[in-house]
């Protein structure tokens, strides 16, 4: 008996709890559609606090109520409000004010339509309203776009929501973002006091978009005070502004060193250990950023659900292909030119032509790969300071790529014997060495890593069939400079390059940076002719 009882009473506590869920939105609910009736009340002061208590009640539902409301777009229907859309032919749909569903099978006619009636001040109020509702926005996306909004409207009326969200909102971005409207919104106050703590404040938050109304509030406000404040909080924001445009400039410069390493990883093999001058090693390149984009079309077409997680695998597509192309030119046409390094660098040449038009011929000119959202995007270690997400994962590849080389050659039996036939191909094929398929697949690894920094090179540009041209000069800059064979040097040789080129871009036109590049690494060749790291032993004589 006590144990039935007791599933009784578990029994009705659980329909209790059901029946108290379901009554809350009920309730909810019914306390918004009271509030709606009370917008159709002939005094204008019962119509502004009913449309404070619904835009207290932070409903998103809202939002396109009060935007047709402050439009004119609603109208009375059987003593309650209700969307007017047009539905052609003078005819219009009435809809349901929170739920939008239709109120009436078919659309009426407009004529006879009592609109609800609204004023200056129930239209003030509807601003405010949706400024509040917006900033009550449960995505944080949607919600730092609302903030940003009323920041830069720095309207005062917003500053109670925003102070608000600014000790509150668990999104730091949003915060931050919060606390800058509000100082905006106080550097219209009346109060000097008020005015140069908004300066104070806006200069520690690095408020980079007031600059100009603190210019002119050092300009033009009659409070001294108040102006000195306003020079010095833009002094120091501009002061930060260069410091993250120097650090930023330098990012860019490690992502796009990083590209370079990878490419000059490839080449370091074929030609600092292989001894070949494959001027097709650029199209690689390209056949990888091509790989890359029909991955992405594959998976549009056949694995929409799975989207997201299409670059990964485009790398991996990137490399086998760059690979297998390469070992077919190195079986067809490389391998019975070793030792002949004119005609081998002509041969490459003509293949890289080739190959250039066949991809024109196929693709066309341009093309575009979209990166997943996950790469979308970027870190902000500090305020004002985005590092894009895409250009920190080029960063990450780039030091799994030279990990991962460095482990193959020095780790593993293929390092060994291509070490050993490097040094001495005589002596290896006389230890039973199949050197034929180590040059093979030397060469295949080569080309595959070209490929995957073309994976790479996608995520911060387009797509064209000459891309591979703009990398190859540099990339055998890279291998002279680091030293022929030397994976330390490509890596210091290819972070150099790459950063000097965007620090010297913002002085001087791009084609004068590189100019001026070449020229520092041939003074630098002059003095050091087998460059950073020199071959030793018999790699010297190899």
């Known amino acids: 008996m006590p144990r039935t009882m007791w599933r009784c009473v578990l029994v009705l506590g659980w329909l209790a709890a059901c029946a108290a869920a379901r009554a809350l939105p009920a309730a909810e609910g019914g306390e918004l559609a009271a509030q709606l009736v009370r917008l159709l009340s002939e005094d204008s002061g019962e119509r502004v606090a009913a449309i404070e208590r619904l835009a207290a009640s932070g409903e998103q539902r809202l939002i396109a109520f009060f935007e047709a409301y402050r439009q004119g777009a609603v109208a009375v229907h059987e003593d309650r409000p209700a969307l007017v859309r047009e539905a052609g032919s003078g005819r219009v749909q009435l809809l349901d004010p929170l739920s939008g569903q239709p109120l009436l099978a078919e659309p009426i006619a407009s004529e006879g339509l009592r609109e609800l009636p609204i004023g200056r001040r129930e239209r003030l109020a509807a601003n405010h309203a949706l400024v509040r509702l917006r900033l009550a926005d449960p995505d944080p996306k949607a919600r730092l776009n609302a903030v940003s909004r009323a920041a830069e409207q720095a309207e005062p009326a917003a500053r109670s929501a925003l102070e608000a969200l600014a000790q509150r909102d668990p999104e730091p971005r949003i915060r931050r973002m919060a606390a800058i409207g509000v100082a905006a919104i106080d550097l219209r106050d009346a109060e000097a006091a008020v005015r140069k703590a908004a300066c104070q404040r806006l200069a520690e938050l690095r408020a980079v978009g007031w600059r100009s109304a603190l210019l002119e509030l050092g300009q033009q406000d009659p409070d001294g005070a108040v102006r000195e404040a306003a020079r010095r909080a833009r002094a120091e924001i501009e002061a930060w502004m260069q410091w993250t445009g120097i650090v930023q400039t330098l990012f860019s410069g ?289």
Request: net charge positive; hydrophobic share 60%.
């Open 254 to 542: 490690l992502s796009a060193g990083s590209i370079l390493i990878v490419m000059a990883l490839g080449l370091s093999i074929t030609f600092g250990l292989m001894g070949v001058i494959n001027m097709a090693h650029g199209e690689m390149l390209m056949i990888g950023a091509y790989a890359t984009l029909l991955t992405q079309w594959l998976f549009a077409a056949v694995f929409p659900a799975a989207m997201p997680w299409y670059f990964p695998c485009g790398i991996v597509a990137a490399f086998l292909s760059a690979a297998l192309l390469g070992w077919l030119i190195e079986l067809t046409l490389v391998r019975h030119l070793y030792g002949r390094p004119l005609e081998t660098l002509l041969a490459t040449w003509g293949v890289s032509y080739l190959l250039i038009q066949t991809i024109r011929v196929i693709f066309g000119d341009n093309q575009a790969v979209t990166a997943p959202d996950w790469l979308v995007g970027g870190w902000e270690p500090v305020p004002e300071l985005v590092l894009p997400w895409n250009r920190l994962f080029i960063i990450g590849l780039t030091v799994a790529a030279v990990i991962a080389v460095w482990w193959l050659l020095a780790r593993t039996r293929l390092g060994l014997l291509v070490r050993a036939t490097t040094q001495s191909r005589r002596t290896a094929a006389a230890l039973g060495v199949d050197t034929r398929r180590i040059d093979g697949a030397t060469f295949a690894l080569g080309s595959g890593l070209a490929g995957a920094a073309g994976a790479a090179l996608t995520l911060i540009g387009g797509l064209k069939p000459d891309m591979g041209q703009e990398f190859i000069i540099d990339s055998f800059l890279v291998v002279a400079a680091g030293g022929v064979g030397n994976l330390a040097g490509v890596v210091l040789a290819g972070l150099g390059l790459g950063m000097a080129n965007k620090l010297l871009e913002p002085l001087v036109h791009a084609v004068w940076a590189k100019v001026l590049v070449l020229a520092a690494i041939i003074l630098f060749l002059q003095w050091r002719p087998s460059g950073l790291f020199p071959p030793r032993g018999r790699l010297a004589d190899a």
